[in-house]
Protein backbone atom coordinates (compact mmCIF):
# COMPACT_ATOMS: atom_id res chain seq x y z
CA UNK A 1 0.00 0.00 0.00
CA UNK A 2 1.67 3.29 -0.69
CA UNK A 3 -1.22 5.86 0.44
CA UNK A 4 -2.88 7.15 -2.37
CA UNK A 5 0.18 9.03 -3.86
CA UNK A 6 3.20 7.45 -5.29
CA UNK A 7 1.72 4.40 -6.79
CA UNK A 8 0.29 7.72 -8.92
CA UNK A 9 2.83 9.79 -8.49
CA UNK A 10 1.38 11.43 -6.32
CA UNK A 11 -2.45 12.90 -5.15
CA UNK A 12 -0.81 16.58 -5.22
CA UNK A 13 0.42 16.02 -8.73
CA UNK A 14 -2.57 13.96 -10.45
CA UNK A 15 -5.24 16.83 -7.89
CA UNK A 16 -3.91 19.80 -9.75
CA UNK A 17 -2.85 18.30 -12.76
CA UNK A 18 0.35 19.03 -12.59
CA UNK A 19 3.24 16.55 -12.88
CA UNK A 20 6.32 19.01 -12.70
CA UNK A 21 7.71 17.50 -9.78
CA UNK A 22 7.49 13.88 -9.33
CA UNK A 23 6.88 12.42 -13.05
CA UNK A 24 9.89 12.46 -15.01
CA UNK A 25 11.90 11.13 -18.13
CA UNK A 26 15.03 11.26 -19.59
CA UNK A 27 15.99 10.82 -23.01
CA UNK A 28 16.10 7.78 -25.11
CA UNK A 29 18.41 5.88 -27.27
CA UNK A 30 20.81 3.46 -26.11
CA UNK A 31 24.26 3.99 -27.89
CA UNK A 32 26.83 6.56 -27.92
CA UNK A 33 27.44 7.48 -31.48
CA UNK A 34 31.30 8.64 -32.43
CA UNK A 35 31.83 11.89 -31.52
CA UNK A 36 27.88 12.76 -30.69
CA UNK A 37 25.94 13.39 -27.88
CA UNK A 38 25.51 10.37 -25.69
CA UNK A 39 21.77 9.19 -25.59
CA UNK A 40 19.72 7.62 -23.00
CA UNK A 41 16.20 6.64 -22.39
CA UNK A 42 14.04 7.23 -19.12
CA UNK A 43 10.17 5.89 -18.31
CA UNK A 44 7.37 8.42 -16.58
CA UNK A 45 6.67 10.74 -19.46
CA UNK A 46 2.43 11.63 -19.01
CA UNK A 47 0.46 10.24 -22.35
CA UNK A 48 -1.23 12.22 -24.46
CA UNK A 49 -4.60 11.72 -22.52
CA UNK A 50 -2.85 14.11 -19.95
CA UNK A 51 -2.06 17.53 -21.87
CA UNK A 52 -1.10 19.82 -19.96
CA UNK A 53 1.10 17.24 -18.07
CA UNK A 54 2.65 15.96 -20.93
CA UNK A 55 3.43 19.30 -21.62
CA UNK A 56 5.33 20.65 -18.51
CA UNK A 57 7.47 16.99 -18.66
CA UNK A 58 8.51 17.94 -22.22
CA UNK A 59 9.25 21.35 -21.09
CA UNK A 60 11.28 20.19 -18.42
CA UNK A 61 13.47 17.58 -20.93
CA UNK A 62 13.92 20.36 -23.52
CA UNK A 63 15.36 22.91 -20.93
CA UNK A 64 17.76 20.01 -19.51
CA UNK A 65 19.00 19.21 -23.25
CA UNK A 66 19.25 22.73 -23.95
CA UNK A 67 21.53 23.30 -20.54
CA UNK A 68 23.41 19.57 -21.68
CA UNK A 69 23.94 19.62 -25.44
CA UNK A 70 26.14 16.68 -25.03
CA UNK A 71 23.15 15.04 -23.95
CA UNK A 72 20.10 13.13 -25.85
CA UNK A 73 17.20 12.16 -23.86
CA UNK A 74 13.58 9.97 -25.10
CA UNK A 75 10.76 9.93 -23.15
CA UNK A 76 8.81 6.64 -22.71
CA UNK A 77 5.24 6.81 -21.54
CA UNK A 78 4.50 4.44 -17.97
CA UNK A 79 7.02 3.23 -15.29
CA UNK A 80 8.42 0.19 -14.49
CA UNK A 81 5.94 -2.86 -14.09
CA UNK A 82 7.64 -5.62 -11.81
CA UNK A 83 5.81 -7.89 -13.94
CA UNK A 84 7.25 -7.71 -17.24
CA UNK A 85 10.74 -6.16 -16.21
CA UNK A 86 12.53 -9.08 -16.24
CA UNK A 87 11.51 -9.68 -19.87
CA UNK A 88 12.07 -6.15 -20.54
CA UNK A 89 15.50 -6.48 -19.54
CA UNK A 90 16.07 -9.46 -20.91
CA UNK A 91 14.95 -8.65 -24.27
CA UNK A 92 16.59 -5.19 -24.35
CA UNK A 93 13.40 -3.07 -23.91
CA UNK A 94 14.14 -1.36 -20.58
CA UNK A 95 15.20 1.98 -20.20
CA UNK A 96 18.60 3.11 -19.40
CA UNK A 97 17.13 5.15 -16.15
CA UNK A 98 14.06 3.28 -14.47
CA UNK A 99 11.80 4.70 -11.62
CA UNK A 100 10.88 2.35 -8.58
CA UNK A 101 9.40 2.40 -5.45
CA UNK A 102 10.94 2.14 -2.06
CA UNK A 103 9.72 -1.26 -2.21
CA UNK A 104 11.86 -2.93 -5.43
CA UNK A 105 15.12 -2.13 -5.02
CA UNK A 106 16.40 -4.40 -2.53
CA UNK A 107 15.03 -7.49 -5.34
CA UNK A 108 16.38 -5.59 -8.11
CA UNK A 109 20.19 -5.34 -6.24
CA UNK A 110 19.80 -9.16 -5.33
CA UNK A 111 18.89 -10.39 -8.60
CA UNK A 112 21.57 -7.79 -10.44
CA UNK A 113 19.31 -6.15 -12.24
CA UNK A 114 20.50 -2.91 -11.62
CA UNK A 115 23.55 -0.92 -12.36
CA UNK A 116 26.28 -0.74 -9.51
CA UNK A 117 26.63 3.25 -9.69
CA UNK A 118 28.92 3.50 -6.39
CA UNK A 119 31.83 4.83 -8.56
CA UNK A 120 29.38 7.72 -10.25
CA UNK A 121 27.64 9.02 -7.50
CA UNK A 122 31.12 10.50 -6.08
CA UNK A 123 30.61 13.56 -8.38
CA UNK A 124 26.57 13.85 -8.22
CA UNK A 125 26.06 17.20 -6.19
CA UNK A 126 24.18 17.16 -2.92
CA UNK A 127 23.90 13.28 -3.17
CA UNK A 128 25.92 14.02 0.70
CA UNK A 129 23.04 15.87 1.86
CA UNK A 130 20.66 13.40 0.97
CA UNK A 131 19.22 11.84 4.51
CA UNK A 132 21.36 8.61 4.55
CA UNK A 133 18.31 6.27 5.58
CA UNK A 134 16.46 6.83 2.53
CA UNK A 135 20.18 6.68 0.38
CA UNK A 136 20.86 3.11 2.04
CA UNK A 137 17.52 2.13 0.41
CA UNK A 138 19.29 1.83 -2.91
CA UNK A 139 22.63 0.52 -1.01
CA UNK A 140 23.32 -3.59 -0.63
CA UNK A 141 25.37 -4.80 2.30
CA UNK A 142 28.62 -4.01 1.23
CA UNK A 143 27.48 -0.35 1.19
CA UNK A 144 27.41 -0.39 -2.90
CA UNK A 145 25.06 2.40 -4.22
CA UNK A 146 22.72 1.14 -6.80
CA UNK A 147 19.80 4.40 -7.34
CA UNK A 148 18.86 7.33 -5.94
CA UNK A 149 15.85 8.66 -3.99
CA UNK A 150 14.26 11.10 -5.57
CA UNK A 151 10.51 11.88 -3.17
CA UNK A 152 9.52 10.06 -0.11
CA UNK A 153 6.43 10.35 2.14
CA UNK A 154 6.14 9.11 5.78
CA UNK A 155 2.59 8.34 7.64
CA UNK A 156 1.79 10.79 10.35
CA UNK A 157 -1.25 12.42 11.95
CA UNK A 158 -3.64 14.44 10.08
CA UNK A 159 -6.16 15.56 11.69
CA UNK A 160 -8.92 18.94 11.60
CA UNK A 161 -7.78 21.81 13.28
CA UNK A 162 -10.79 23.68 13.00
CA UNK A 163 -12.51 20.77 14.70
CA UNK A 164 -9.72 21.18 17.41
CA UNK A 165 -10.45 25.04 18.03
CA UNK A 166 -13.96 23.91 19.05
CA UNK A 167 -13.38 21.35 21.05
CA UNK A 168 -11.10 23.36 22.80
CA UNK A 169 -7.69 21.99 22.18
CA UNK A 170 -4.84 23.72 20.84
CA UNK A 171 -4.26 23.28 16.86
CA UNK A 172 -0.82 24.12 16.75
CA UNK A 173 -0.26 20.88 19.61
CA UNK A 174 -1.82 17.77 17.65
CA UNK A 175 -1.39 14.79 20.40
CA UNK A 176 1.86 13.09 20.18
CA UNK A 177 1.01 9.96 22.47
CA UNK A 178 -1.66 7.64 21.85
CA UNK A 179 -3.42 8.32 25.46
CA UNK A 180 -3.78 11.83 23.92
CA UNK A 181 -5.12 10.60 20.36
CA UNK A 182 -7.96 8.72 22.80
CA UNK A 183 -8.07 12.04 25.19
CA UNK A 184 -8.37 14.48 22.02
CA UNK A 185 -11.00 11.97 20.56
CA UNK A 186 -13.17 12.00 23.12
CA UNK A 187 -13.77 16.46 23.46
CA UNK A 188 -14.06 16.00 19.42
CA UNK A 189 -16.28 13.16 19.00
CA UNK A 190 -18.78 15.13 22.35
CA UNK A 191 -19.08 17.97 19.97
CA UNK A 192 -22.09 15.99 18.61
CA UNK A 193 -23.23 16.47 14.98
CA UNK A 194 -21.96 12.80 13.92
CA UNK A 195 -18.51 14.06 14.68
CA UNK A 196 -16.33 11.64 14.94
CA UNK A 197 -12.93 11.37 16.93
CA UNK A 198 -10.62 9.21 15.17
CA UNK A 199 -11.00 6.75 12.52
CA UNK A 200 -8.91 4.02 10.53
CA UNK A 201 -9.12 2.07 7.33
CA UNK A 202 -10.46 -2.05 7.97
CA UNK A 203 -10.87 -3.15 4.37
CA UNK A 204 -9.83 -4.04 0.79
CA UNK A 205 -5.92 -4.73 2.04
CA UNK A 206 -5.90 -1.08 3.39
CA UNK A 207 -6.70 -1.66 7.02
CA UNK A 208 -3.37 -4.16 7.00
CA UNK A 209 -1.52 -1.36 5.46
CA UNK A 210 -2.97 0.97 8.64
CA UNK A 211 -1.73 -1.91 11.32
CA UNK A 212 1.36 -2.13 9.87
CA UNK A 213 1.53 1.75 10.44
CA UNK A 214 0.78 1.00 13.55
CA UNK A 215 3.34 -1.37 14.57
CA UNK A 216 6.18 0.56 13.62
CA UNK A 217 4.50 3.37 16.14
CA UNK A 218 4.63 1.12 18.65
CA UNK A 219 8.55 0.39 17.95
CA UNK A 220 7.55 -3.06 16.21
CA UNK A 221 7.51 -4.60 13.17
CA UNK A 222 5.44 -7.00 10.77
CA UNK A 223 8.22 -9.27 9.86
CA UNK A 224 11.96 -9.78 10.78
CA UNK A 225 14.39 -12.13 8.84
CA UNK A 226 15.95 -14.84 10.72
CA UNK A 227 18.96 -16.07 8.57
CA UNK A 228 17.83 -16.84 5.22
CA UNK A 229 13.96 -16.57 6.08
CA UNK A 230 11.44 -14.10 6.92
CA UNK A 231 8.93 -14.67 10.06
CA UNK A 232 5.73 -12.73 11.13
CA UNK A 233 6.86 -10.57 14.19
CA UNK A 234 3.48 -9.01 15.47
CA UNK A 235 2.15 -11.61 17.54
CA UNK A 236 3.56 -10.14 20.69
CA UNK A 237 2.77 -7.17 23.34
CA UNK A 238 3.52 -4.44 20.58
CA UNK A 239 0.59 -6.14 18.42
CA UNK A 240 -1.64 -6.95 21.00
CA UNK A 241 -1.03 -3.06 22.17
CA UNK A 242 -2.37 -1.47 18.93
CA UNK A 243 -5.32 -3.67 18.69
CA UNK A 244 -6.69 -2.93 22.32
CA UNK A 245 -6.19 0.86 21.54
CA UNK A 246 -8.15 0.34 18.95
CA UNK A 247 -10.91 -1.66 20.37
CA UNK A 248 -10.82 0.61 23.40
CA UNK A 249 -11.45 3.90 21.17
CA UNK A 250 -13.99 1.83 19.01
CA UNK A 251 -16.24 0.10 21.93
CA UNK A 252 -15.41 1.87 25.21
CA UNK A 253 -14.99 5.50 24.31
CA UNK A 254 -16.98 5.12 20.97
CA UNK A 255 -14.92 7.73 19.77
CA UNK A 256 -14.56 6.19 15.86
CA UNK A 257 -18.48 6.00 14.99
CA UNK A 258 -20.26 2.93 14.58
CA UNK A 259 -19.56 2.80 10.58
CA UNK A 260 -16.60 0.62 10.10
CA UNK A 261 -14.87 -1.18 7.12
CA UNK A 262 -13.78 2.03 5.87
CA UNK A 263 -11.58 2.49 3.06
CA UNK A 264 -9.34 5.72 2.35
CA UNK A 265 -12.22 7.23 0.12
CA UNK A 266 -14.81 7.40 2.83
CA UNK A 267 -12.47 8.82 5.51
CA UNK A 268 -10.86 11.26 3.67
CA UNK A 269 -14.77 12.45 2.66
CA UNK A 270 -15.47 12.85 6.89
CA UNK A 271 -12.48 14.44 6.78
CA UNK A 272 -13.62 17.22 3.94
CA UNK A 273 -17.33 17.38 5.17
CA UNK A 274 -15.72 18.22 8.49
CA UNK A 275 -17.03 15.22 10.45
CA UNK A 276 -13.52 13.59 11.46
CA UNK A 277 -11.10 14.52 13.77
CA UNK A 278 -7.86 12.30 13.20
CA UNK A 279 -6.77 9.80 10.88
CA UNK A 280 -3.49 8.68 9.93
CA UNK A 281 -1.78 9.35 6.57
CA UNK A 282 1.05 11.03 4.63
CA UNK A 283 0.69 14.45 3.49
CA UNK A 284 -0.61 13.85 -0.05
CA UNK A 285 -3.73 13.56 1.40
CA UNK A 286 -4.39 16.85 2.45
CA UNK A 287 -4.49 18.39 -1.94
CA UNK A 288 -6.54 15.19 -2.30
CA UNK A 289 -9.25 16.88 0.79
CA UNK A 290 -9.00 20.36 -0.87
CA UNK A 291 -9.50 19.23 -4.43
CA UNK A 292 -11.42 16.12 -4.24
CA UNK A 293 -13.76 16.89 -0.87
CA UNK A 294 -14.04 20.50 -0.81
CA UNK A 295 -11.59 21.00 1.85
CA UNK A 296 -9.75 24.07 3.14
CA UNK A 297 -5.68 24.37 3.57
CA UNK A 298 -6.53 26.46 6.59
CA UNK A 299 -8.21 23.65 8.34
CA UNK A 300 -5.58 20.78 8.65
CA UNK A 301 -2.67 20.30 10.20
CA UNK A 302 -0.19 17.56 10.30
CA UNK A 303 1.36 15.66 13.65
CA UNK A 304 4.21 13.34 13.83
CA UNK A 305 3.19 9.67 14.06
CA UNK A 306 1.53 9.55 18.22
CA UNK A 307 4.17 7.63 20.12
CA UNK A 308 7.61 9.22 18.91
CA UNK A 309 8.92 5.27 18.08
CA UNK A 310 8.48 4.96 14.48
CA UNK A 311 6.41 5.40 11.19
CA UNK A 312 5.92 3.64 8.23
CA UNK A 313 8.09 5.36 5.31
CA UNK A 314 7.83 4.59 1.60
CA UNK A 315 8.80 6.47 -1.77
CA UNK A 316 10.21 6.68 -4.74
CA UNK A 317 13.69 6.87 -6.97
CA UNK A 318 15.62 6.09 -10.19
CA UNK A 319 18.07 3.06 -11.09
CA UNK A 320 19.95 2.50 -14.15
CA UNK A 321 20.12 -0.18 -16.65
CA UNK A 322 22.98 -2.76 -16.17
CA UNK A 323 23.46 -2.80 -19.39
CA UNK A 324 24.28 0.55 -19.30
CA UNK A 325 27.34 2.12 -20.40
CA UNK A 326 29.46 4.01 -18.31
CA UNK A 327 28.49 7.13 -20.41
CA UNK A 328 25.18 6.24 -19.91
CA UNK A 329 25.44 6.26 -16.51
CA UNK A 330 26.88 9.72 -16.18
CA UNK A 331 24.23 11.21 -18.56
CA UNK A 332 21.35 9.16 -16.25
CA UNK A 333 23.25 10.67 -13.18
CA UNK A 334 23.51 13.93 -14.53
CA UNK A 335 19.41 14.36 -15.27
CA UNK A 336 18.37 12.45 -12.09
CA UNK A 337 20.09 15.20 -10.20
CA UNK A 338 18.81 18.21 -12.66
CA UNK A 339 15.58 17.06 -12.21
CA UNK A 340 15.12 15.83 -8.59
CA UNK A 341 18.16 16.36 -6.59
CA UNK A 342 18.49 20.10 -7.92
CA UNK A 343 18.28 22.93 -4.75
CA UNK A 344 19.17 25.43 -6.54
CA UNK A 345 16.58 24.76 -9.36
CA UNK A 346 13.92 24.19 -6.67
CA UNK A 347 14.54 27.76 -5.09
CA UNK A 348 15.32 29.95 -8.17
CA UNK A 349 12.69 28.36 -10.83
CA UNK A 350 10.93 25.21 -9.47
CA UNK A 351 8.99 26.61 -6.76
CA UNK A 352 7.86 29.84 -8.36
CA UNK A 353 6.49 28.17 -11.86
CA UNK A 354 3.98 26.01 -9.41
CA UNK A 355 3.11 28.96 -7.43
CA UNK A 356 2.34 30.79 -10.93
CA UNK A 357 0.61 28.17 -11.97
CA UNK A 358 -1.47 28.05 -8.72
CA UNK A 359 -0.18 25.02 -7.30
CA UNK A 360 -0.24 24.58 -3.14
CA UNK A 361 3.22 25.43 -1.86
CA UNK A 362 4.37 24.71 1.27
CA UNK A 363 3.37 21.18 1.99
CA UNK A 364 6.08 18.76 2.85
CA UNK A 365 5.72 16.40 -0.70
CA UNK A 366 7.39 17.11 -3.91
CA UNK A 367 8.57 19.95 -5.59
CA UNK A 368 10.22 19.80 -1.36
CA UNK A 369 10.56 16.23 -0.64
CA UNK A 370 12.00 16.02 2.59
CA UNK A 371 14.51 14.37 1.61
CA UNK A 372 17.59 16.12 2.75
CA UNK A 373 19.89 16.90 5.50
CA UNK A 374 21.67 20.08 7.01
CA UNK A 375 22.03 23.31 5.05
CA UNK A 376 20.51 22.17 2.46
CA UNK A 377 17.13 21.24 3.96
CA UNK A 378 17.42 24.20 6.03
CA UNK A 379 17.79 26.41 2.58
CA UNK A 380 14.64 24.43 1.27
CA UNK A 381 12.45 25.14 4.18
CA UNK A 382 13.25 28.48 3.62
CA UNK A 383 12.25 28.52 -0.11
CA UNK A 384 8.71 27.07 1.17
CA UNK A 385 8.13 29.44 3.09
CA UNK A 386 9.09 32.13 0.81
CA UNK A 387 6.67 31.25 -1.85
CA UNK A 388 4.12 29.34 0.12
CA UNK A 389 0.48 29.59 -0.45
CA UNK A 390 -0.88 26.66 2.44
CA UNK A 391 -0.50 27.40 6.14
CA UNK A 392 3.36 25.76 6.53
CA UNK A 393 3.27 26.08 10.28
CA UNK A 394 0.16 23.83 10.25
CA UNK A 395 2.45 20.82 9.00
CA UNK A 396 5.62 22.29 11.88
CA UNK A 397 4.70 19.41 14.19
CA UNK A 398 4.95 16.51 11.55
CA UNK A 399 7.75 17.78 10.36
CA UNK A 400 10.08 18.57 13.13
CA UNK A 401 8.63 15.45 15.20
CA UNK A 402 9.50 13.16 12.23
CA UNK A 403 12.89 13.89 12.31
CA UNK A 404 13.60 11.54 16.07
CA UNK A 405 11.28 8.68 14.27
CA UNK A 406 12.20 5.28 13.24
CA UNK A 407 11.19 4.88 9.69
CA UNK A 408 11.26 1.22 8.56
CA UNK A 409 9.59 0.30 5.30
CA UNK A 410 6.84 -1.51 4.02
CA UNK A 411 6.83 -5.32 4.89
CA UNK A 412 7.85 -8.14 1.87
CA UNK A 413 4.98 -9.72 0.22
CA UNK A 414 3.39 -6.63 1.67
CA UNK A 415 -0.11 -6.53 -0.58
CA UNK A 416 -0.79 -10.40 0.87
CA UNK A 417 0.32 -9.51 4.62
CA UNK A 418 -2.25 -6.17 4.39
CA UNK A 419 -4.64 -9.21 3.30
CA UNK A 420 -4.29 -10.79 6.46
CA UNK A 421 -3.70 -8.25 8.61
CA UNK A 422 -6.83 -6.50 7.78
CA UNK A 423 -8.91 -8.95 9.53
CA UNK A 424 -7.08 -8.20 12.50
CA UNK A 425 -8.00 -4.24 12.01
CA UNK A 426 -11.80 -5.38 10.60
CA UNK A 427 -12.46 -7.68 13.49
CA UNK A 428 -11.94 -5.64 16.92
CA UNK A 429 -13.69 -2.29 14.98
CA UNK A 430 -16.70 -4.66 14.31
CA UNK A 431 -16.79 -7.15 16.93
CA UNK A 432 -16.90 -6.39 20.66
CA UNK A 433 -16.24 -8.85 22.30
CA UNK A 434 -13.12 -9.72 19.37
CA UNK A 435 -10.18 -12.23 20.74
CA UNK A 436 -7.31 -10.52 19.94
CA UNK A 437 -4.46 -13.15 21.42
CA UNK A 438 -6.46 -15.56 19.01
CA UNK A 439 -6.67 -12.79 16.23
CA UNK A 440 -2.67 -12.24 16.31
CA UNK A 441 -1.83 -16.11 16.82
CA UNK A 442 -3.90 -17.38 13.94
CA UNK A 443 -2.83 -14.49 11.50
CA UNK A 444 0.73 -14.89 12.37
CA UNK A 445 0.31 -18.26 10.88
CA UNK A 446 -0.87 -16.88 7.71
CA UNK A 447 1.71 -14.37 7.53
CA UNK A 448 4.29 -16.88 8.21
CA UNK A 449 3.23 -19.21 5.01
CA UNK A 450 3.08 -16.23 3.10
CA UNK A 451 6.57 -15.08 4.09
CA UNK A 452 7.81 -18.57 3.97
CA UNK A 453 7.92 -17.57 0.38
CA UNK A 454 9.85 -14.47 0.06
CA UNK A 455 13.05 -15.10 -1.84
Not at 260 to 279: H, S, T
Not at 307 to 324: D, H, V
Not at 426 to 455: G, M
Request: hydrophobic content about 35%.
Amino acid sequence: MTTDRFRTTTALALATGLVIGLTAACSGGSDQQAGGPVTITIDGQPPQTQPFDRKIFDADVAAFEKAHPDIKVQAHEGFMDPKTFSAKLAGGQLEDVFYVYFTDPANLIARHQAADITDYVKDVPHVGDIQPALLDVFKDAQGHVYGLPTANYSMGLLYNRALFTKAGLDPDKPPTTWDEVRADAKKITALGNNTVGYADYSANGQGGWHFTTWMYAEGGDIAKKDGDTWKADFNNDKGKAALQTLHDMRWTDNTMGSKQLLQIADVQGMMGAGQLGMYLAAPDNIPTLVNQFKGNYADYGLGAMPGGKGTLIGGEGYMINPKATAAQIKAGLTWIQWKYLNPERVTSDVLNTYKQQGQPVGLPVPPVPDLWTGSVRDQLEQAKEKYATVPVSNYKPYVDGGQSLKGSLEPPNAQQLYTILDTLMSTVLTQQDANIDQLLSDASQKADAVLATVK
